[in-house]
């Protein structure tokens, strides 16, 4: 990759995060396919060759338990989903040049040619390790039919990650405590012979990649802990039928992880874009590989660029560059990171149904347009979002209506009424400057990845339009000074022209529609920025509006729906769990009165909640405990608003083991309870301090 400036002369590809084949999309899914969408069409805006590829993640545990339950094959039950997929992110404008997915023959095909080029340069090595089986159901437990204990910082992990705490990846044999999802009994750990990717022979590589890699700061700064200190190799392969098979020479039971074959895909993908097109249209090869090893970080290769979501940074930013510099592949020039989507100010959570689904948002009749605005300029890219239907609503009359569609509709109607169209004169010296400016700012947007930024450029004219047309009062001009008239007139159809060009990596159905409006020539998804100051159509006919305003009682109407469905999945339980909590079968070990007496629990109250930079669901927490003040650091971050928590009591354990997460010391462990880490407390008002027995 260059490095350079936007347009380069190399090829680009934007990848997404691969979404996995296992249930319905809802709005934080969407969020970042639309992120990525956005990017490939600005990218194209300022002239970058790019192709815009990805593919259904269709392999690993869940789908093949999942698959079984309902009685069909682990590979008809991924690929309805994967159709559905298919269907879907167009009705979002959301359009890839290929989508494929991790069972076709063309990854099969690269994934195996990945892992024996590995095989080839003695990358690969066989380990006997520690691998979860149950006895019970006599089986082996690969990934997430294994839950227990994070051994780095005790709080919950699944399968291959701490999903609830510091998010690290976790080895086979490395969750504590070990319970089989298939039938909530203690697994038990045995010896297995796996293959294991030597990360460690790229750890010099990786640190000087993360130092050039370019995108958010949490996808650049995260994963310094992780390569900066023992990087641990990775497992490749997996106990199981579903998948792709290791290609060794020997015949192996075993498959590949799926983080081995689902970023692969992205290859795979770009393949068979140019298998369509043509090499002469786009060739995948000028993207993805080099001649040499030497030329890998050179300034001729192809732009990659990844846009995920934050829970996949480690596998993007550290497992993925060394999956490609070990076969000889171009690395990541950019990793953006997402931040996650709420629903009204608490967690998304599919098993309480407080979630907006993607088939919900679009029977509903709102256009998909809409959507991608609230999604890409609601917050920085890194930040999380909280979507709501108050807020949507709120948006879309204030940003959408009340400016963006109030400019151009005006503007507009009253060049036709008064013109026929574009008036015969020239575009003034100021608002020349104010477009050329916002394209500067559009550029400079791209370049340093402030995606926001990107989508309120258009925004940002209209308002200066607003303020335009409303300060130079044409329609008191008309009779008085015409030209002057005409001189404010062709000013406002030019910023709405630019309105267009600007607006079309975030809105490209309602940027067409403007574009239409204006009766000019072509599409607007094919004109360059530039094109924001080209005169537009001398004649256009009456406008429409773009955007309907949302009325208080229709808000009203989809609050109600959202919270409806929320009560259902929960009725019968109360506020403790949702009515398809299944809990873990009860563990048969026992503890003697001596080993729980040796737990120090202390009744304390939350006096300083604040997040800790750089780690995506942890958070530092000061806790009066009576007789001193402790610092314990929680994975709490996504699931509690934490302006809400000083004055909040809590039960601390104070005798757990030292820790440092992030560079934050942990003086304790905050007990909490399920998925939603429901903070355990007391009933009446105990003393600080007060042990818990």
């Not at 970058?48 to 094959?73: K, L």
Request: net charge negative; charged share 30%.
């Amino acid at each position: 990759m260059s490095h350079e400036e936007f347009p380069t002369d190399n090829p680009a590809v934007v990848t997404v995060g691969l979404p996995y084949a296992n249930g319905d999309l809802h709005v934080g899914h969407l969020r970042g396919y639309v992120t990525g969408d956005t990017v490939a069409r600005a990218l194209r805006r300022v002239g970058q060759q790019t192709a815009f590829v990805c593919g259904s993640d269709m392999h690993g545990t869940p789908i093949a338990v999942n698959a079984a339950e309902e009685g069909v094959s682990p590979e008809d039950f991924a690929m309805e989903y994967h159709e559905l997929y298919a269907e879907t992110f167009p009705e979002f404008n959301v359009e890839f040049d290929n989508y494929g997915h991790t069972h076709d023959e063309e990854n099969v095909k690269t994934t195996r040619e990945f892992v024996r080029s590995w095989i080839d340069a003695d990358y690969i090595f066989e380990k006997e390790i520690q691998v979860a089986y149950d006895p019970d159901a006599d089986q082996w437990l690969p990934d997430r039919l294994v839950e227990g204990t994070c051994p780095y910082c005790g709080e919950h992990a699944r399968g291959d990650e701490c999903d609830e705490g510091c998010q690290r990846h976790l080895e086979p044999g490395e969750v504590e405590d070990p319970v089989s999802t298939l039938t909530g009994n203690p697994a038990e750990y045995r010896e297995r012979d796996h293959k294991f990717l030597r990360l460690s022979d790229f750890q010099d590589y990786l640190q000087e990649f993360i130092d050039r890699v370019e995108g958010t700061d949490n996808a650049k700064n995260q994963p310094r802990e992780w390569i900066e200190g023992e990087l641990q190799d990775l497992c490749i392969t997996r106990d199981m039928d579903w998948g792709i098979d290791y290609p060794g020479d020997e015949a192996e039971e075993l498959v590949l992880y799926v983080w081995v074959d689902a970023p692969i895909e992205y290859v795979s993908s770009t393949k068979q874009y140019t298998e369509r097109v043509g090499a002469d249209e786009y060739d995948w090869e000028a993207v993805w590989t080099v001649e040499d090893e030497s030329e890998l970080t050179g300034e001729d290769n192809g732009e990659i660029v990844h846009v995920i979501g934050r829970d996949i940074i480690q596998h993007h930013a550290v497992f993925w560059p060394a999956m490609l510099r070990g076969a000889g592949y171009n690395e990541p020039r950019a990793i953006l990171a997402t931040g996650f989507v709420g629903i009204d100010g608490k967690a998304l959570s599919t098993s309480r149904n407080r979630a907006v689904w993607a088939d919900e948002y679009l029977d509903e009749g709102f256009h998909p347009d809409l959507f991608r605005y609230y999604m890409i300029d609601g917050s920085g890219m890194e930040t999380d979002v909280d979507f709501s239907w108050d807020r949507f609503a709120e948006r879309v009359n204030g940003e959408l209506v009340g400016n963006l569609g109030n400019f151009v509709y005006r503007s507009l109607l009253f060049a036709h009424r008064n013109y026929d169209g574009t008036p015969d004169a020239d575009v003034s010296d100021d608002v020349r400057e104010h477009i050329e400016s916002a394209i500067a700012g559009f550029e400079d947007a791209l370049n340093e990845y402030r995606i926001r930024d990107i989508g309120a450029a258009a925004i940002d004219v209209a308002d200066f339009g607003n303020e335009y047309i409303q300060h130079s009062e044409p329609w008191k001009l008309t009779d008085d000074d015409p030209e002057r008239a005409a001189q404010v007139i062709r000013d406002c159809v030019q910023l709405t022209k630019a309105c267009a060009v600007l607006m079309q990596p975030v809105m490209p159905g309602k940027a067409a529609e403007l574009w239409a409006q204006l009766d000019e020539d072509g599409s607007v998804d094919e004109v360059a920025l530039d094109d924001a100051l080209a005169t537009p159509p001398a004649e256009f006919g009456e406008p429409d509006e773009l955007f309907s305003k949302i009325e208080d009682d229709r808000t009203d109407e989809l609050n109600e729906k959202l919270q409806a469905r929320v009560e259902a999945a929960t009725e019968g339980d109360g506020d403790r769990e949702a009515s398809d909590f299944d809990p873990e079968g009860l563990t048969d070990e026992r503890v003697s009165f001596e080993d729980f007496d040796d737990l120090d629990m202390r009744v304390g109250r939350i006096e300083v909640a604040e997040p800790i930079e750089g780690a995506d669901d942890l958070a530092r927490l000061e806790v009066d405990i009576g007789v001193e003040t402790r610092q314990v650091v929680a994975g709490i971050k996504q699931l509690h608003d934490l302006d809400e928590l000083p004055g909040e009591r809590c039960i601390l354990l104070a005798n757990m083991e030292q820790a440092e997460l992030f560079g934050v010391e942990s003086n304790g462990m905050v007990l909490a309870a399920g998925d939603e880490a429901d903070l355990l407390t007391t009933h009446s008002d105990a003393p600080l301090g007060s042990k818990v027995q």
